[in-house]
């Protein structure tokens, strides 16, 4: 009937165009003999049948009225996926693009609900292949299978338990229930979670147990679900299932992800006082031990450990859920700093309490009399009295650009000479380049020293922590990844005997460091008026007879700890201070010093207010340590330590009646280990600890030492919130004319945004080293081809307090980029005008915000892809690809780089980070967030070690690398373009 169109070239266009009409009409009335010649088509006839609108319309109505028929649902199916799936990038995404458009989902849903009510075959599978292909670029995915009816169709076909489902439908389904609104509507159908669990049990291969209880657990994730399973008998049937699953779990096939998911569900039914007694009374306990036992012979067995100990991992943590929750016990004090926020022209305050309150001396002076209202909630112990998003949409605030003029003054004078004499005041206060004069020495201890001194900290501080003071930039070896495999067993074991003990003569916990007493200025020891310094080698070896326990303190620059609790001998559970203002909470970074202590006694450290659910600690990351014992015996600087560390979630809640929070549930992070020095002190940290005092005092010494070659201004672009010199470092190659300079590429390079990423300082450590005193040909090409500017420390104010994610104001930096306001985030105010002010000379090559990522390994970055935006508009006709360049490179110059882990997509969410800001306001293609690992590396030749300071560093001399080889790339591409 169509043979003409196969036949081979010689057939007339006529007679072509004549055939391709018949085949559409064929495909349009579902006949099996079009489907057929579809799929025996020329590719390139097929590719543009399909390219047009009817074409694609008239194959869509075959697959739908086809769909009974086996061979040209498995056909037409495997050929369309072939379509989406061959050619390049631009060409498979622009053939998605399209089948979103003309709601290609839609159909195949009516199809496969049509399939359903048939025998499940082979051709059904590969309709569900097609179906997610579409589904994963189709972004209302989720809404379509609701209100289509493929969730409910597949619901009841476990229901009616006709045909068994295949995986793939199953996956299909739990891939449905992800969305919270389709697994409650799931949930609310009577029977399907009895129906799943019996079909599971039924399961004659772990697998297919395995995709029923994940089904079983997504839905489960409702509360109300829980509910009326609990009222259906569903704790006791999982826990026996449990019990019967766990003398398999010694063979090496065991149904490792079954139980995982039981446990997982088990875990959820906990979360009531309900759901923990009927677990506990369903004989949760003796199951668990079951299973731990046979996995101990499963570990001993088995050479890949990993999967044996994520499992053992999650039945001790479902016990020590069952632990009776206790009260947190900071829970309603208010946190004892607080930093007072000026008053914004659009700010309402709230003035419910009207209760002024100033902790500190720098709160007071800035308070200056006006009331700040106290806010609503008193929750884990701080009062929050932040500005919300009053000050955010504060569209007015619009920077005067021809006042940062003065910021790029090498574009004016040129490049002439480097600047030593730039002054450190801000607006106004950038000099004009002059002769350079013979730098004086500058001693690193005596310039951090300085600039302790003159920062200004919500905190009164004791100290200048000694890893700063004697500069902590060690490059050390790598350390390899640790795996604690028995820690969660020990955490349980504890856990279940603390219940039993409770009442005997059990160690009465004491708290032995509270921030709180000092701020109150019960626990003396602060210098009011005299300079910081640090004696910690005088205190080396001595020990306080007067008391037995450790001795904690964190009162110095990005020191953190609230408070240490001593429960034990030797356990200490620990409770980091909240960030003021703060509207949410961020416990994560942590940095404090510890003394008083034995050699070779091994402590254990219990950080009890985390957050994150999940950690890197459990994926071989250790925390850091500097031990002033060991600089002492000459092995200075920051090492990996600690052994049993363990991340879960903990016994500790927030009573009901501290209430505005949605959180109350917390995380410990636990780990032990033992000095080697008696009456050491020792410092420990989440990662190495990068501060606001060692960022100026090595810009000191850098600009200081580097060559006369070397063009490099220090300007001050405005103050933080608490009036800290906000530092924009101008760097590039000395001797060249204002002409010269106008026509090299700029690079902005910005870090610590947020304050606990200071893996982001080491790679600008990185930077800044590498620019300002190498001199390899790298280095002078870019200094030459470039002209930096530097903007390494967003946030000083968070830095300086211990923060781990805000500024003063409570907010998020990084989300504030869209519209900062100039009184409440000056620190992004300025910063994003210095990028508007560059790009009113040229658009900047490269901008590149540093970050610290606490879940993923590698370095890697995020990206601006128009075609992956959560908004229609930013689809562009042809997309440019310019944003992948970066990646490139860097996968080729950097180790510690991972292309594959990139992210290019733009969230909702991240409107108001500085890479989306940036691209959409003033049309950066390249505008990027770099992250890093806090932990170690999962590819590359470092797979297996933890990142530490070299390779941090080693980043940032890459990225340079970078910024030069993307910049003769654009060049290379200019006079190409030229040359035609
Ligand atoms: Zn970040």
């Not at 399209?98 to 399939?115: G, N, W």
């Not at 409770?575 to 416990?587: G, M, T, V, W, Y």
């Not at 070397?710 to 760097?731: C, F, K, M, W």
């Not at 080693?954 to 790339?969: Q, W």
Request: glycine share 8%; hydrophobic share 35%.
């Amino acid at each position: 009937m169509y043979r003409s169109l196969s036949e081979d070239g010689s057939r007339s266009g006529e007679d072509a165009g004549r055939s391709l009409d018949e085949l559409l009409h064929g495909l349009e009335a579902g006949e099996a003999a079009a489907a057929e010649q579809l799929a025996v088509l020329d590719r390139r006839e097929r590719e543009s049948l399909l390219e047009s609108a009817a074409g694609l319309h008239a194959t869509m109505r075959a697959v739908e009225a086809l769909a009974g028929d086996d061979a040209a649902t498995g056909s037409l199916a495997a050929l369309l996926l072939g379509y989406l799936q061959d050619g390049k990038t631009s060409v498979r995404t622009r053939r998605a693009r399209r089948f979103v458009q003309a709601d290609v989902l839609s159909s195949l849903q009516r199809a496969l609900i049509a399939r359903l009510s048939t025998a499940i075959s082979p051709a059904t599978d590969a309709l569900v292949d097609l179906f997610v292909v579409v589904a994963n670029k189709d972004p209302k995915t989720q809404f379509k299978v609701r209100v289509g009816g493929l969730l409910q169709a597949l619901c009841q076909m476990i229901i009616d338990n006709r045909s068994p489902l295949s995986e793939r439908l199953l996956r299909l389904l739990a891939r449905s229930v992800r969305s919270p609104r389709n697994a409650q509507l799931a949930g609310r159908k009577r029977d399907l979670s009895k129906a799943l669990m019996q079909r599971s049990a039924d399961s004659r291969h772990s697998s297919a147990m395995a995709r029923h209880l994940e089904v079983l657990y997504l839905i489960a994730k409702n509360k109300k679900t829980r509910g009326l399973m609990l009222s259906n008998g569903a704790a006791g049937r999982l826990v026996g299932m449990l019990d019967r699953l766990a003398p398999t779990l010694e063979d090496a096939d065991s149904p490792a992800e079954a139980t995982l998911l039981i446990v997982g569900l088990l875990k959820l039914f906990a979360n009531s006082r309900r759901g923990k007694e009927e677990v506990l009374s369903a004989g949760m306990v003796s199951a668990c031990e079951k299973c731990l036992d046979a996995l101990e012979t499963a570990v001993d067995k088995r050479g890949d450990k990993t999967a044996a100990t994520q499992l053992q991992d999650a039945l001790c943590s479902l016990c020590v859920r069952c632990v009776p929750a206790e009260k947190f016990p900071l829970a309603g004090q208010s946190s004892p700093l607080s930093f007072t926020l000026p008053r914004t022209r659009t700010r309402t305050l709230s003035s419910k309490g009207g209760e002024k309150r100033a902790t500190t001396s720098y709160a007071r002076a800035e308070d200056g009399g006006r009331s700040s209202g106290k806010r609503r909630e008193r929750r884990l112990g701080h009062g929050r009295r932040c500005a919300r998003a009053e000050g955010r949409r504060n569209t007015s605030d619009m920077p005067q650009l021809s006042k940062y003029a003065k910021f790029f003054a090498e574009l004016e004078h040129g490049a002439i000479s480097k600047d030593r004499t730039a002054k450190k005041k801000s607006i106004g206060g950038s000099a004009a380049p002059t002769v350079s004069t013979q730098p004086q020495p500058i001693q690193y201890a005596q310039a951090i020293l300085n600039q302790t001194q003159s920062t200004r900290s919500i905190q009164r501080w004791v100290k200048v922590a000694y890893p700063e003071l004697v500069g902590p930039d060690r490059e050390l070896p790598l350390q390899p990844l640790v795996f604690s495999t028995n820690a969660m067993r020990l955490v349980a074991s504890k856990a279940s005997k603390k219940g039993l003990e409770k009442g005997k003569d059990a160690f009465k916990s004491r708290i032995v460091y509270s921030l709180d007493a000092c701020a109150e200025g019960r626990d003396g020891g602060a210098q009011e008026n005299g300079r910081l310094g640090n004696e910690d080698k005088m205190r080396l070896g001595k020990l306080d007879a007067r008391c037995d326990h450790l001795l904690f303190e964190s009162r110095f620059e990005s020191g953190n700890l609230r408070a240490a609790i001593q429960t034990d001998k030797t356990h200490y559970e620990l409770i980091l201070q909240p960030e003021a203002n703060q509207a949410r909470d961020h416990f994560q970074w942590f940095y404090f010093e510890i003394s008083n202590c034995d050699a070779n006694v091994e402590y254990t450290f219990e950080i009890v207010n985390c957050l994150k659910t999940s950690s890197m600690f459990v994926h071989g990351m250790q925390p850091v340590a500097f031990s002033v014992g060991e600089a002492a015996a000459g092995r200075p600087g920051w090492v990996r330590v600690g052994h049993s560390i363990c991340y879960y979630r903990n016994q500790y809640v927030i009573d009901a009646d501290v209430a505005g929070h949605r959180k109350d549930r917390f995380f410990s992070l636990r780990f032990t280990f033992a000095l080697r020095h008696k009456g050491d002190v020792c410092y420990l940290a989440y990662h190495f600890p990068y501060t606001y005092s060692m960022l100026r005092a090595s810009l000191e010494c850098w600009t200081a030492r580097s060559s006369s070659s070397i063009y490099v201004r220090r300007d001050e672009i405005g103050q933080s919130l608490a009036g800290n010199p906000l530092p924009l470092v101008t760097i590039t190659g000395a001797g060249s004319s204002a002409e010269e300079v106008a026509g090299r590429d700029t690079v902005v390079f910005s870090a610590r945004v947020h304050p606990g990423e200071t893996n982001a300082s080491w790679i600008m450590q990185g930077i800044l080293e590498y620019l300002l005193t190498c001199d390899d040909a790298i280095a002078r090409e870019a200094r030459e081809r470039l002209v930096f500017k530097c903007i390494p420390m967003l946030n000083p104010d968070g830095v300086l307090a211990g923060n781990h994610r805000c500024s003063l104001a409570g907010h998020d930096l990084n989300r504030v980029w869209d519209s900062p306001s100039r009184s409440l985030h000056p620190e992004i105010f300025h910063a994003k005008a210095i990028v508007q002010a560059a790009c009113e000379t040229r658009r900047p090559l490269l901008f590149i915000d540093l970050h610290g990522h606490s879940r993923r390994s590698n370095c890697f970055l995020y990206g601006n892809n128009p075609d992956q935006s959560w908004r229609a508009a930013d689809v562009v006709s042809s997309p440019t690809f310019e944003f992948v360049d970066t990646a490139e490179i860097m996968e080729v110059v950097a180790p510690a780089f991972s292309a594959r882990n990139c992210r290019w997509s733009i969230a909702r969410s991240k409107e108001g980070s500085a890479r989306v800001a940036l691209w959409r306001q003033l049309g950066l293609q390249r505008a990027y967030t770099m992250e890093c690992t806090y932990a170690g590396f999962e590819s590359g030749p470092y797979k297996g070690y933890q990142i530490g300071i070299s390779e941090l560093k080693e980043i940032g001399r890459n990225l340079v690398h970078t910024a030069l080889t993307l910049s003769k790339r654009d060049e290379d591409t200019r006079s190409r373009v030229i040359d035609r």
